[in-house]
């Protein structure tokens, strides 16, 4: 899952980074330590309706995974940065679960940056990652704008294990939670067109259900507020009830399998997100104390 967003592990284009410039509160327990800087749950930069949406999806993942989380240990300098001209600001949010929990992390995050012709690209996500105990699907969330009356929006439970090779996987997580009629939904809207990322490796990682939809409308946030706003909920109650808090276990070889498979996926979003738009988009030396803190936990 790959190319880098404000949370640097999704599914969005490059491209879309291509014109930025160069260099009630859910419980976070750590939050931007100088005055000047802004926390994740500020989300200062996208409208109402938008801002709306994550702090419901932050306080939601906050409430019920609380005591599977440990405190978030992000230097303040990595937690909240911006690049050398002012033009890119960007804040993240990183919890690893404890050892009895099947969460690996939860990470959020935004990115706001600057663009030429005077607008700018607001990204705002949250995704949550379990680990080898269980091999049920991750959570993701993203929504990319870059005007006013255009966004992009991604929202996915990404497959762990070939889907080819379990059906049974396919009907508990796919089928059986009926996700796919959030997609048929969108797809009914005028507004909606379906959204490609330019990366083959992208593309071969999301569900057969995933909502990848480019949204074009004078109506942007009426549409988050009635459109968007309930499904992204729904889905990500899906993951809470099936895959977070499922009985679903593996054994230890299978163990190993999701292991080597994760963190595969993991080195494959430094390579292709990282290690290239970190430093175009904030410095090398931005990116290099980014990078470090994130590789701690991937």
């Known amino acids: 899952m790959a190319t880098i967003s404000s949370s640097f592990i ?5 491209k879309l980074y291509s014109s930025c410039s160069s260099p009630s509160k859910p419980r976070f327990t750590c939050s931007a330590s100088n005055n000047d800087r802004m926390a994740f749950i500020d989300f200062p930069y996208v409208s109402t309706s938008h801002k709306h949406l994550m702090l419901d999806l932050v306080s939601t993942v906050q409430n019920r995974l609380n005591s599977f989380l440990n405190p978030c240990t992000l230097p303040p300098d990595v937690e909240s940065y911006q690049n050398e001209t002012g033009t890119a600001h ?14 690996d992390f939860v990470l959020g995050s935004w990115l706001h940056c600057k663009l030429p012709s005077g607008g700018a690209l607001n990204i705002t996500s949250l995704s949550a990652y379990l680990n080898s105990s269980t091999d049920a699907p991750n959570f993701l969330v993203e929504l990319i704008q870059s005007s006013p009356t255009s966004m992009v929006l991604i929202l996915d439970l990404p497959p762990r294990v070939d889907l080819v090779l379990d059906p049974e996987y396919l009907k508990t997580f796919y089928e059986d939670t009926q996700l796919d009629k959030h997609r048929q939904y969108l797809d009914q809207l005028s507004e909606v067109k379906p959204y490609f990322s330019s990366s083959l490796y992208i593309r071969s990682v999301v569900s057969p259900t995933a909502i990848l939809v480019r949204i074009e409308t004078e109506g942007l946030e009426e549409m988050i507020k009635t459109h968007i706003s309930p499904i992204a909920k729904e889905v990500l109650k899906t993951w809470l009830d099936v895959c977070a808090f499922g009985d679903r276990v593996v054994g230890e070889s299978e163990r190993d399998y999701l292991k080597k498979r994760d963190e595969m996926s993991k080195s494959k979003t430094i390579e292709i997100d990282l290690g290239s738009n970190l430093p175009r988009l904030f410095g090398q030396e931005t990116a290099n104390r980014v990078l470090e803190a994130l590789r701690e936990v991937f």
């Open 10 to 14: 999704t599914y969005s284009s490059p």
């Open 90 to 103: 960007a804040a993240l949010h990183l919890q690893s679960g404890v050892q009895s929990s099947p969460i």
